[in-house]
C-alpha cells in the first residue's frame, strides 16, 4: 500500500460529514487489552496485523491474491471511518515493531537497530498523513488528537537518533499542549486518559531539556523518572537504562578490587564488576539520605533488584571457578569473592525480611476497612521471623566457615547471634498472640513468660555490647513490657475462664441435642467414643454437638437361613404297588367297578 504524496492532496475539497475518532481511548483500549500491559509488543503487533486484514476485507480495500496491486489512500478514498482506522493501526503496527526490536532482552544491536530506526520513520509517515485525513476529514477534536499522535511518533523518532533535540523537544511540548488542553474537556474516563498521557510525555520533555542544557536536572533524578509506567516511557527507560550501563561499564574500568569486612579480592571479569557497581549503586537508594522517604513497595522492588544483579554476579564468579585453569590462587580468590557476595546477599535478605515484618506489624491492629485491604495475622508474623531465624543462621554458617578468620568476620557473626536471640523473642511473642486469639489461656500465658525471658536476655546481651543499637534495645524492652502485661491478662482471663467453666459446662450440656439438623457436623459423639475430645465441643464452636441420629438409621441383621431341597423333584423313587393291599372284588362288581 502505496501513500500518496501530500501535495497532491486538494485544498479545495468538498466538506464532507465529518468523522469522530476518540484516538487517545481507542489506542490505549486495544494497547492495555493485546500486550502492553506486560511490555509484550510482538502480541500487540500481531493484534494490529489482524485488526488491518479484518478492516481490509470489510471495507473490501484487498490488495489482489495473486499479485500485489497498490491502492493508495487519499481523500477521496476515506468514504467512512474505517479508512482512518487503517492509516491509524498501520502506524501502530510500524511503532510496535520498533518497541519490539527496542526492547530486546539484549537490545538491538547495530541491524537491528538501523531496522527499528525504519520502523520508526515508517510510523511517523503513517502518522503525518493521519494527521492529514483527520484535519479535512475528522471534526476538530479528531483533528486535535491526530496532529499530537503525529507529533508524538514525530519526536520519538528524534529521541531515538540522538539528534535535533530542539525538534524533538517541540514535538513532545505540541502533544504535551493538546493532552493538557483536552483533559479539561468530555467524560471523566477521557479526562483521566489526558492526565496519564501527560505525565508519560513529562519524563520525555525534561529528558530533551536534559540533552540541550536548559536544565540542571540529576542523575537519581532522570532515575526516579524512569521508574514511572506507561508505554509512552518504554522508549525513555531504554535510553536511560542504556546511557547508566555505559556509564558503569566506564567506572567499572576503575573498579579492581572488592572490599568486604577487611578482606581485598581482586576482580577481572568486567561482567561481575558492572553487576557489583549496578547493586551498590541501588543499595544508596535503600541506605542513602532519602531513604527515609521511600515507601516500602518501592524499597521492595530495589532489592528484587539487587538481588537480580548480585546473584547475575555470583553467576559469572561460578563460571570463572569452572574454566579457571589449576590455579590455586585464582580459585581461592574467586572462592572468597563468592563467599563475600553470598555474605552480602544475606544480609540484604535479612533487611528484606525486616521490612516485611515491619509492614506486617502496621496491618496487625488494623480494622478490616471498605477496600477490603488484607489484615495481619499473627501466624504470619511467626514465619516471618522462622525465616528471619533461618537467614541469620545461614549467615552466620557461612561468615564463620573458613580457618583464618579476621575480627571483622568474627563481629559479624556475633551481630548474627544477638539478632537471632531478638528474632526468636520475637517469634515467642506472636506465638503467643496466635494462641491468645484461639483461646488457649494456658499456652498462651506460658508463651508471653517465654518471650519475656528471652527478651530479658537478648537486653542483657545488648547492653554488654559497646555499640549497640539503642533502636533495638528500646524495641526489646517495650516487647518486655507487652509480654508481661499480656501474661498478666492472660492469667485474669484463664481465672475468669475457671470459674465460669462449671456454668460454661453445665449450659453447653443442656445444649447438647439428641438429633440436630445441621448438616457440617463431621462426626456425632457417639462416632466418637474413643477418641479424646470435649463432650460439649470446642468453646469457639457455634454450633452444639449432637449425641446421635434419631431415629436411628436401619442396620442390616442377619436372619435364618432358608432350606431349599432342590433334589425333590429329581429323585425317582421305586414304585410301592406290590405292598399295598388289593381290594377283593364279586363277580358281579367286575362289571360295575
Avoid at 535 to 554: H, L, S, Y
Amino acid at each position: 500500500m502505496e501513500i500518496d504524496d501530500q501535495s497532491s492532496i486538494p485544498s479545495d475539497q468538498i466538506s464532507n460529514p465529518k468523522f469522530s475518532i476518540n484516538v487517545l481511548q481507542l489506542l490505549k483500549s486495544a494497547q492495555m487489552q493485546h500486550g502492553l500491559r506486560f511490555g509484550d509488543y510482538a502480541r500487540y503487533r500481531r493484534y494490529c496485523t489482524a485488526r488491518l486484514r479484518r478492516l481490509y476485507k470489510s471495507l473490501k480495500f484487498t490488495h489482489g491474491r495473486l499479485k500485489y496491486t497498490k491502492r493508495p489512500i487519499s481523500i477521496t478514498t476515506v468514504t467512512e471511518v474505517r479508512f482512518l482506522h487503517v492509516v491509524l493501526y498501520t502506524a501502530e503496527r510500524a511503532w510496535s515493531h520498533a518497541m519490539e526490536k527496542k526492547t530486546l532482552p539484549d537490545g538491538p544491536n547495530a541491524r537491528q537497530r538501523s531496522y527499528l530506526i525504519g520502523r520508526l520513520r515508517k510510523a511517523v509517515k503513517w502518522a503525518s498523513l493521519f494527521q492529514e485525513l483527520c484535519s479535512i476529514k475528522g471534526d476538530s477534536r479528531t483533528s486535535l488528537e491526530a496532529e499530537a499522535y503525529a507529533a508524538y511518533m514525530k519526536g520519538s523518532l528524534l529521541f531515538e537518533q540522538d539528534q535535533n533535540w530542539d525538534v524533538a523537544l517541540k514535538c513532545f511540548k505540541s502533544a504535551r499542549a493538546v493532552y493538557e488542553e483536552l483533559g479539561k474537556y468530555g467524560d471523566l474516563e477521557n479526562q483521566v486518559l489526558c492526565r496519564e498521557r501527560v505525565e508519560e510525555l513529562e519524563p520525555s520533555v525534561r529528558y530533551c531539556l536534559h540533552k540541550i542544557g536548559e536544565s540542571n536536572l540529576q542523575t537519581s533524578e532522570l532515575v526516579s523518572i524512569g521508574e514511572m509506567e506507561g508505554p509512552a516511557l518504554d522508549l525513555f527507560k531504554a535510553k536511560l537504562e542504556a546511557a547508566m550501563a555505559e556509564a558503569r561499564s566506564q567506572q567499572a574500568a576503575s573498579m579492581t578490587e572488592f572490599h568486604w569486612l577487611g578482606n581485598r579480592f581482586p576482580i577481572s571479569n568486567a561482567k561481575i564488576r558492572v553487576s557489583i557497581l549496578k547493586a551498590q549503586e541501588l543499595e544508596k537508594d535503600i541506605h542513602g539520605s532519602a531513604a527515609d522517604s521511600l515507601p516500602a513497595e518501592k524499597k521492595l522492588v530495589l532489592y528484587d533488584k539487587i538481588f537480580a544483579a548480585y546473584h547475575e554476579a555470583r553467576s559469572c564468579i561460578r563460571n570463572d571457578l569452572v574454566t579457571a585453569a589449576n590455579s590455586e590462587n585464582v580459585k581461592d580468590e574467586l572462592s572468597g569473592l563468592d563467599k563475600a557476595i553470598g555474605a552480602i546477599l544475606g544480609q540484604r535478605t535479612i533487611e528484606r525480611n525486616q521490612l516485611l515484618v515491619k509492614i506486617a506489624k502496621s496491618k496487625l491492629n488494623k480494622v478490616r476497612d471498605d477496600k477490603n485491604e488484607k489484615v495481619t495475622k499473627p501466624e504470619e508474623l511467626v514465619r516471618l521471623y522462622d525465616l528471619l531465624l533461618q537467614n541469620t543462621a545461614d549467615l552466620s554458617d557461612l561468615v564463620s566457615s573458613g580457618r583464618d578468620r579476621k575480627m571483622e568476620e568474627v563481629a559479624l557473626a556475633e551481630e548474627c547471634e544477638l539478632k537471632s536471640m531478638v528474632f526468636r523473642a520475637e517469634r515467642c511473642f506472636y506465638l503467643a498472640k496466635s494462641y491468645s486469639s484461639a483461646d488457649k489461656r494456658t499456652e498462651a500465658y506460658a508463651l508471653y513468660s517465654r518471650a519475656r525471658s528471652l527478651a530479658d536476655a537478648a537486653l542483657m546481651k545488648l547492653q554488654s555490647v559497646n555499640a549497640a543499637d539503642q533502636v533495638i534495645i528500646k524495641e526489646l524492652r517495650t516487647l518486655c513490657n507487652e509480654s508481661r502485661a499480656n501474661s498478666c491478662v492472660e492469667h485474669a482471663k484463664g481465672i475468669m475462664e475457671e470459674e465460669k467453666a462449671p456454668e460454661n459446662l453445665s449450659k453447653k450440656i443442656s445444649n447438647i441435642s439428641l438429633n440436630g439438623t445441621d448438616k457440617k457436623m463431621e462426626k456425632l459423639l457417639m462416632e466418637k467414643l474413643d477418641t479424646y475430645e470435649s463432650a460439649v465441643g470446642e468453646a469457639n464452636m457455634k454450633v452444639a454437638p449432637r449425641i446421635g441420629t434419631f431415629p436411628p438409621a436401619f442396620q442390616p441383621v442377619p436372619r435364618n437361613p432358608i432350606v431349599l431341597d432342590l433334589a425333590y423333584n429329581l429323585i425317582e423313587f421305586p414304585s410301592l404297588d406290590a405292598r399295598m393291599k388289593k381290594d377283593k372284588k364279586g363277580f358281579i362288581s367286575r362289571f360295575w367297578g
